[in-house]
């Protein structure tokens, strides 16, 4: 009767803790953002670990920061085109901050969720650790060496100045945020909780909540454990409390079982999200409170039926995506992540692959509450390199680590739906011995073989197998409820990781000539297309005859150049190993046992400008440029994964006399297209058999076209396109007129100019220069162009096509913000934009 009494008082004391006059012990674990007045320098300075080095002539800057991205793009850069064409190099980061006197007696942690790369991180000229992945998040204790009521100094040095060390652009310094964490010696640990759910239905759910609790204390101490499940509006659905006595100086985990009634199921559709708000409770007061995130769904891969979400088949629609956000570099912004996401969001995406690294945490957040299907990448190679200065030298003594720790931070993500342990990772092959290793790297994997069943081991598998079972077997302990995979783009048997057995899905990357066979080549397995297509556009650019596919380059190892540098936005220019959107899409359709797609990719990318080198820097793969205007094709996939009435009608029609165009329309929800140049119809096309599209051919006359989709011959949509003449002022069109007056909310702002009927002109490439005053501050600017050299942080650029961009940010304080552009010859424009 006793237990019953502390139980249900302490769970009153729980509930009550949303009352006001308790709002300031609820928040014993301060969690602050570690971002302003940092002191930066590029440049090595050894000295500069030590609290009484001078910093005063150091830059100050607020985290996140990329000192890359600032530079202008030159093929000298060691980095080379493929990681982007900008500087690498040695940077300095120090902070001084004073310690709170209040604080004395309790643990304060400095967590970083990411920096590229190879950080060292100093307190008080002491040496906390390093870590070389650039990916990866982690933290370290600073209680030690804190002096409490006096200033602090954190240094942290950031070596990137082994180059090339990525296939892509990485970005260099401390790129993602920083947190100061104060709690109380008892306190719920690093990732401490996971939670999982079971039994779930429209009924019900089981919830399982695991807890790590810390006591750093120097004697025993035992606290409750309270754990409330509250749904979106804040109300509360489920409670439970355990009482956990911990040694001094020692860690425990305990479990909390609970069932939530009627649940609100998590989808891609309705990706609905509660709270588990955990509180540690010694002697009636909160030493500590940690919030859990909770979706609940139940999913399958079926290898017949694909993907099964909530006893529903589903089709993963998916996009890869690298992690640079355009003339933001790799700077996390959690505005600019939302805008992508968004983006592909209305093109009717709903999954992600997070080609190839941990991703910032962010991300995953805005994939939960956006309704996205997760395929959570960590490596991109193991212990074999693609780069001359890559993670493989750093594999074999960081691996487990570094696995481990990207598991524990992502685990209770309801977005993440897979574990992918490697892309394309050259252990496929037997070309990596057991001779090529070094002797710590064989001890590992040998160590390990000995440790598996007899069965296991008389199945003499390669070392490139034991080390796939390795790694997957790491992943399941601390995650048992998630599959593993990995991208591979050796589809047949002959692949070690497909050898091992230990692949949950099998994960392919290309080898769409392949994919009809695989429930022959492997039967009662399930698949995922981890990666596919790989066309090549830039937007605003056509290669005719729309009807040839231009296959570049030759080969991935053979050098390809054109005049200009640019691919055909028509879907018909694409990779030897690729091959065009519509025609994945076409397969991805047609198979159910295929769980989906993830396209590479959504966005281009900074580097790995395929099939160019210099003068290109970014990428063509992308769906959507790299300043975050959508491409033609884009409209393909809105017309078939979206239920929107859609009628894309490209190209432009600014051409010249005599030449003959071809017209491609994009459709949906019609029976027909009937197109019409200065009102003369130039016929109806109806898609036939598995076609996405209709087109036709055209010889050129300026005018209007006109494109008409009908049902059942009623009127659809109608779309329209102007011949333009000279452009004779600017437009300016944001979207968002209204930011947060946070320092770190943003408007995209975009650039065209337009003729004297105020059309836009699509072909214009004008020089538009940007002034800004008020409240604001310009983040960078784009067009989305492959081969352009100026610095992305420079508030100048040439239209691309008709379009470019300003990106404007907030400086933090209330007020407006105006940004002008202007260009020679042309009305300016002026656009405001108000700070709350």
Known sequence: ???????????????????????????????????????????????????????????????????????????????????????????????????????????????????????????????????????ISFRYDLTPYLKYGQSNTVAVKVDNSQQPNSRWYSGSGIYRNVRLVTVDPLHIGHWGTYVTTH???????????????????????????????????????????????????????????????????????????????????ENGKIVDEYDT??????????HAKGFILNGEPVKILGVCQHHDLGCLGSAVNVRALERQLQILKEMGCNGIRTAHNPPAPELLELCDRMGFIVQNEVFDMWRKRKSPHDYAQFFAEW???????????????????MWSIGNEILEQWTDMNVDTLDLQQANILFNFASKMSADKQSENLHVNSLLTIKLANMVKELDPTRPVTSGNNEARPVNHLFQSGAMDILGINYND????????????????????????????????????????????????????NQCSSYDNSRVPWGTTHERTWQLIRKHDFLSGVYIWTGFDYLGEPTPYWWPSRSSYFGIVDLA????????????????????????????????????????????????????RSLGKRTKKDDEMKVWWRVPYEKGTLKAISRK??????????????????????ADRNTLNADGTDLSFITVEA??????????????????????????GTDNGNPTDHQSLKKPARKLFNGKALAVVQSDGKKGNIELTATAEGLKPATLRIHCK
Not at 23 to 35: A, H, M
Request: proline share 6%.
């Open 199 to 281: 039994d779930v239905s429209a009924e019900s759910a089981g919830i399982n909540l695991r807890i790590t609790l810390e006591n750093k204390s120097k004697e025993s101490r035992s606290a409750e454990l309270v754990s409330v499940v509250k749904d979106a509006d804040g109300h509360i659905k489920a409670t439970i409390s355990n009482r956990i006595t911990i040694p001094k100086e020692e860690k425990a985990e305990t479990e909390q079982v609970m069932r939530l009634e009627k649940p609100m199921l998590w989808s891609d559709t309705h990706p609905y999200l509660y709270r588990i708000t955990t509180q540690v409770i």
């Open 754 to 779: 337009l003729d004297a009927n105020g059309h836009p002109v699509p072909v214009a490439d004008c020089m538009i220069d940007f002034s800004i005053t008020g409240n604001g501050f310009i983040a």
């Open 293 to 302: 995130p909770l979706g609940v769904r139940s999913f399958t891969f079926d």
């Open 712 to 733: 059942d011959g009623k009127e659809v949509v109608v779309r329209e396109i102007q011949t333009s003449g000279e452009p004779v002022e600017l437009r300016l069109t």
């Open 628 to 679: 975050g205007f959508p491409k033609d094709v884009y409209y393909m996939y809105q017309s078939e994964w979206t239920d929107k009435e859609v009628l894309h009608l490209f190209p432009h029609w600014n051409w010249q006399a005599g030449e003959t165009v071809d017209i491609w329309a994009y459709y949906n929800q019609a029976d027909e297209v009937e197109l019409y140049l200065n009102d």
């Open 1 to 135: 009767m006793k237990q019953v009494i502390v139980y249900l008082f302490t769970l009153m004391f729980a509930l009550q803790g949303c009352n006001d006059k308790d709002r300031s012990e609820k928040k014993v674990r301060k969690v602050n953002l570690f971002n302003s007045e940092w002191r930066f320098i590029l440049g090595d300075h050894p000295e500069a670990s030590k609290e009484s080095f001078d910093d005063t002539s150091w830059r100050v800057l607020n985290l996140p920061h990329d000192w890359s991205i600032e530079a202008d793009f030159s093929q000298d850069n060691p980095a080379t085109p493929g990681g982007g064409a900008l500087p690498g190099g040695i940077g300095w980061y120090r902070k001084t901050f004073k310690a709170d006197a209040a604080d004395e007696g309790k643990n304060t942690f400095i967590e970083f969720d990411g920096i590229y790369w190879n950080s060292s991180v100093w307190i008080n000229g002491q040496l906390l650790g390093e870590r070389p992945n650039g990916y």
């Open 513 to 564: 000539g392949l994919w009809s066979e695989l429930p022959e080549m492997y039967p009662g397995q399930k698949y995922i297309i981890t990666e596919s297509t790989s066309s090549l556009m830039s937007r605003g650019y056509y290669e005719m005859p729309s009807d040839q596919v231009f296959v570049r380059p030759d080969r991935w190892d053979i050098p390809y150049s054109k005049p200009g």
């Open 399 to 417: 691996h487990e680590r570094d696995l481990t720790d990207f598991i524990l931070r992502d685990r209770n993500h309801p977005s993440v739906f």
